[in-house]
């Protein structure tokens, strides 16, 4: 092995051309012969570079609609060879196998193959062997070749050449067949995954890959001595969070991802409906609410728990305007998440130089499939995305009394923010906007507590006539398994329940629910969010 390695021949094999003939050029000038395949070597030749065909090399045609013309041992001899073993070197002189120093690849577009809707035969044909078989021969081989397979590291590799008279060094080799494998594990994943998902329709394949493409260095993870990046998924995926464009403020923490995702994915359950303001602390919903404007909502969300909003992250479901981001500026605010903002609105936060603004483009389908994956020790758990969905239709009244519409209402705008709760989870809501919250508590009566707590507090500091779970509906994100945590809701002032049903003391939850005349209705559907 040695750390300086001349680059006289070049195989050129490249699916994407960006930047091709500026390469093929400066390597020329060095004075690079240049080897090539197909449409490559075309548009090599038409930037007016001298090119030898890959036939010429293996002294076999392109054949098979090109799916035979680099899986031969003249060029994999030329990547693999070891160049200062004596039986290697006799092998390329007894064959006339040319040593190549320098490969340039990149695949074929799978990815964007399946992304366009392509027919399966269509997509079959845009995997590539040849390509990823040369990758893997030269990063193996690093000691001797150096291997590119990112248009965007050609600037890299001729500056390396100029800082070394036409040279690579063995640190650079190495960096280059790093990413070169990460490429091809990364490619081979899309293909595995493409396969036991759509070809197969398979929910748990036998082998699961799970890969990303490094976005950004984070500066701390959840706490100052934990490291944490930002990647995105490499293949399919909903565009959303990790995609938007970061307006201005500081640069995203970990914690500011987590919660921000977390109120971004609540504000698209209001996706297309009327105004909804989501507001986060610690990936918790402290207040939601709807509005005939998008002003209104932010005032009934925040106030429903105006000290834990101090810090939060906000999320709104559709255009930020500028009387909403002017009132959004009046208390300390990390983030805001929307699918736009206004010209108003970006001038309102501009003031606020930290406040970090993130704008998607849209919002996600709530209902969209795809897998959750967390890590244990020693493993992973994988479970489909809680993209389960009820209506007023799905609801089964278990009372004496039937719920209102506006009860019902209620009931359904507070199962839609319960179910983004940390469990246990209660939620009260009376006109579309959250009046308490009570969050992530070992047993559930303490969450109707806490939740009704807030509520109280809020009356008291806003001068109202009474809290807001007065007249409102209660939503539990599972079932209530005794009575206590429904009393305690009751007496909170809560005139309807929607929960899932199904405890053994369903009955005695039922009747203590009509001794108090509640409307309750089930949903036969919990929504746990540990």
């Given amino acids: 092995m040695t750390d300086s390695v001349q680059i006289r021949r070049a195989l050129l094999s490249v699916s994407d051309k960006t930047g091709l003939a500026e390469l093929g050029k400066a390597l020329a000038?060095?004075?690079?012969?240049?080897?090539?395949?197909?449409?490559?070597?075309?548009?090599?030749?038409?930037?007016?570079?001298?090119?030898?065909?890959?036939?010429?090399v293996t002294n076999f045609p392109e054949m098979m609609d090109g799916r035979v013309k680099t899986l031969h041992p003249k060029v994999h001899g030329g990547l693999l060879a070891v160049r200062d073993n004596p039986e290697h070197a006799k092998a390329m002189a007894?064959?006339?196998?040319?040593?190549?120093?320098?490969?340039?690849?990149?695949?074929?577009?799978?990815?964007?193959t399946v992304a366009k809707g392509a027919d399966r035969d269509t997509i079959i044909e845009n995997i590539d062997i040849g390509g990823p078989?040369?990758?893997?021969?030269?990063?193996?081989?690093?000691?001797?070749?150096?291997?590119?397979?990112?248009?965007?590291?050609?600037?890299?590799?001729?500056?390396?050449?100029?800082?070394?008279?036409?040279?690579?060094?063995?640190?650079?080799?190495?960096?280059?067949?790093a990413r070169a494998f990460a490429q091809t594990a990364a490619y081979d994943s899309m293909i595995s995954q493409w396969f036991a998902f759509s070809d197969q329709g398979q929910t748990f394949p036998e082998m699961l890959a799970v890969n990303g493409r490094l976005v950004t260095e984070l500066r701390y993870g959840e706490n100052p001595h934990q490291k944490a990046a930002l990647y995105t998924p490499v293949g399919p995926y909903t565009r959303g969070l990790a995609q938007g464009e970061q307006v201005q403020g500081k640069e995203l923490s970990y914690n500011n991802y987590n919660d921000a995702d977390a109120a971004f994915e609540l504000a698209a359950e209001f996706k297309g409906q009327d105004p909804a303001v989501v507001i986060v602390k610690h990936a918790n919903p402290c207040g939601v609410a709807q509005g005939k404007s998008l002003l209104e909502a932010w005032e009934g969300a925040l106030a429903c728990d105006d000290v834990s909003a101090f810090g939060g992250i906000v999320a709104v479901n559709q255009t930020l305007d500028g009387p909403t981001a002017e009132a959004i500026c009046k208390i300390f605010t990390e983030v805001v998440v929307a699918p736009d903002a206004d010209e108003d609105a970006r001038a309102f936060f501009a003031k606020k130089k930290n406040l970090r603004l993130l704008l998607t483009g849209d919002l996600p389908d709530p209902r969209r499939g795809g897998l959750s994956v967390k890590p244990i020790t020693g493993g992973l758990l994988v479970q489909g995305r809680d993209n389960g969905a009820i209506g007023f239709d799905d609801l089964k009244v278990v009372t004496d009394r039937e719920p209102t519409d506006q009860e019902l209402k209620d009931c359904l705008f507070a199962w839609t923010v319960a179910r983004h709760v940390k469990s246990n989870a209660i939620v009260y809501a009376r006109d579309g906007v959250t009046a308490g919250i009570g969050a992530g508590q070992m047993n559930r009566r303490d969450s109707s507590r806490?939740?009704?707590?807030?509520?109280?507090?809020?009356?008291?500091?806003?001068?109202?006539?009474?809290?807001?779970?007065?007249?409102?509906?209660?939503?539990?994100?599972?079932?209530?398994?005794?009575?206590d945590g429904l009393l305690a809701a009751a007496e909170a002032g809560a005139t309807a329940v929607i929960q899932p049903g199904g405890s053994i003391r369903d009955d005695e939850v039922i009747k203590a629910a009509?001794?108090?005349?509640?409307?309750?209705?089930?949903?036969?559907m919990r929504h746990f969010k540990h």
């Avoid at 807030?454 to 779970?469: I, S």
């Fill in 94 to 112: 007894d064959h006339e196998i040319g040593a190549i120093d320098l490969v340039v690849v990149n695949l074929y577009p799978f990815e964007a």
């Fill in 514 to 524: 009509n001794e108090a005349g509640l409307a309750m209705v089930f949903t036969g």
């Fill in 29 to 56: 000038e060095r004075g690079v012969e240049l080897v090539s395949t197909g449409g490559t070597a075309k548009a090599l030749r038409d930037a007016g570079l001298a090119v030898k065909d890959i036939s010429e």
């Fill in 133 to 177: 078989s040369m990758v893997r021969s030269a990063a193996k081989n690093h000691a001797y070749v150096t291997i590119v397979t990112d248009p965007s590291d050609y600037e890299g590799l001729l500056v390396e050449l100029e800082a070394t008279e036409g040279c690579t060094t063995l640190a650079f080799r190495k960096l280059m067949a």
């Fill in 450 to 483: 806490i939740a009704a707590m807030k509520a109280a507090e809020a009356a008291e500091k806003f001068g109202w006539d009474e809290p807001r779970t007065v007249g409102s509906a209660v939503a539990s994100d599972a079932f209530f398994p005794f009575a």
